[in-house]
Each structure stands twice: as structure tokens, then as C-alpha cells.
């Protein structure tokens, strides 16, 4: 598999648990945020995304929460499964009026244990 | 399967060469993002085409270049090759229709090594 990322944050779950991946955010002026996830080999996948209007969303088994006073960002997963291992990135856009361009952070590695 | 095909999948060359990396994005999508995720950088974005026209750019080198042609696939070319290039470059495609959406659908990304 890719090599991706071999200094990444590595966050250890156990089967079933709630992970909670953080993301601290560069630009005060960002007004919306994507969490990707990206398995081993594969490019990256959108999971769920949030605008600055709001501090929560839910998705399936996925909550995203959003403090923009201390521009943090977190991805709740409930119920972690051996098949959400993988390399999770927050994104944030700093483009707008028809195009953008994403920054991603540095990604943190989610490893399942059974 | 995200619809985004990128070939090829692995490159391995040597320094001081050019490569050309190519991207047909989903059917429909026209805009075409080139990232570069190396093991110290990250996803690093590059530049944005939409239907044919540069959009946005970011850390891209001036060695390399890219464009986007009316079938509105893309070619990422990368000359004067260093070590320090290695890495995975991934495409991406949205609709991009004017809205601002961020959801963009990657492709499986082409590997070079430059030895």
C-alpha cells in the first residue's frame, strides 16, 4: 500500500468505540470545511462537510462540530469499524464566487483494532 | 469508484527529466484540481482548471505546467525532474457549476519516483 503520511498522528481505537479526530484550522475567514478520508492506495474521499453558519452536523455514524472561536473541527465516528481505518484530512476553502481551492491539514491516521 | 481516471499509476524517471501526468475527470465535471501529496507536504494543492481556462493556482512550481483541453481532460507536465519530487499527484473534479461547494471526487493518483 502507499507510504503516505509515515509521521502522521496515529489515533488507536478499539472495535465499536467512538473516535473523535481534531483539526485545528489556519484562516479565521474560511467559511466551509470537508472532512476526507483516504484508505491506503486510494485517493481522497469526501465524507461530510459543515459551513461556517453552523457548529454541528450529522451524517451517518459521522458528526462533524465546529468552533470557529478557537477554529477547531473535529469528526465524531460512532461505532468504529476495521473498515474506517484510514488517513482522515480536514479540508478548509479560502476561494468563493464559482471557484475554490481546498487546504487540506496534515491528516491523522485512524487504526481500528478488533 | 470515483470516476476519475488518472494514468498512469506509476512513473518512475530520472532526475532532470519531464513527465506528463493525465486526468479524465467524471463525466460532466468541469473543473479539474491537481494536488501533490508527498510524505513531508501533505496534500498540497497545485492549480485549478475549469472548462479550459486557469482558475486558481497555488504552490505550483514554475517547472511545472498544466492545462486542460476541450474534451476537458487535463495534463499535469513536470520538467527538470528533482529528487524532492517524488510523490503521489492526484487529480479531482467537481461540477463546479458557480455554487461554492467543495466536494470534490479524487482519482486514485499517479505515483512518480524520480531517482
Known amino acids: 500500500g502507499e507510504s503516505v503520511g509515515l509521521h502522521l498522528p496515529t489515533l488507536s481505537v478499539q472495535e465499536g468505540d467512538n473516535s473523535i479526530i481534531n483539526c485545528a484550522y489556519s484562516?479565521?475567514?474560511?467559511?466551509?470545511f470537508i472532512w476526507y478520508k483516504q484508505e491506503s492506495g486510494k485517493g481522497p474521499q469526501f465524507i461530510i462537510d459543515?459551513?461556517?453558519?453552523?457548529d454541528k452536523r450529522q451524517g451517518q455514524r459521522v458528526t462533524v462540530l465546529l468552533n470557529k472561536t478557537v477554529k477547531h473541527l473535529s469528526l465524531q465516528i460512532a461505532a468504529t469499524q476495521p473498515g474506517d481505518s484510514a488517513v482522515y484530512f480536514c479540508a478548509e476553502t479560502l476561494g468563493s464566487g464559482g471557484y475554490n481551492k481546498l487546504i487540506f491539514g496534515a491528516g491523522t491516521r485512524l487504526a481500528v483494532h478488533p | 469508484d470515483s470516476g476519475v481516471t488518472q494514468t498512469p499509476k506509476h512513473l518512475i524517471t530520472a532526475t532532470g527529466q519531464r513527465v506528463t501526468l493525465r486526468c479524465s475527470p467524471r463525466?460532466?465535471?468541469?473543473?479539474v484540481y491537481w494536488y501533490q501529496q508527498s510524505l513531508d507536504q501533505g496534500l498540497q494543492f497545485l492549480i485549478q482548471y475549469y472548462n479550459g481556462e486557469e482558475r486558481a493556482k497555488g504552490n505550483i512550481l514554475e517547472r511545472f505546467s498544466a492545462q486542460q483541453f476541450p474534451d476537458l481532460h487535463s495534463e499535469l507536465n513536470l520538467s527538470s525532474l528533482e529528487l524532492g519530487d517524488s510523490a503521489l499527484y492526484f487529480c479531482?473534479?467537481?461540477?463546479?457549476?458557480?455554487?461554492?461547494?467543495?466536494?470534490?471526487?479524487f482519482g486514485e493518483g499517479s505515483r512518480l519516483t524520480v531517482l
Open positions: 484562516n479565521s475567514a474560511s467559511d466551509y
Open positions: 463525466s460532466g465535471d468541469l473543473s
Open positions: 459543515i459551513r461556517s453558519n453552523m
Open positions: 479531482a473534479s467537481s461540477t463546479n457549476t458557480g455554487g461554492d461547494t467543495g466536494e470534490l471526487f
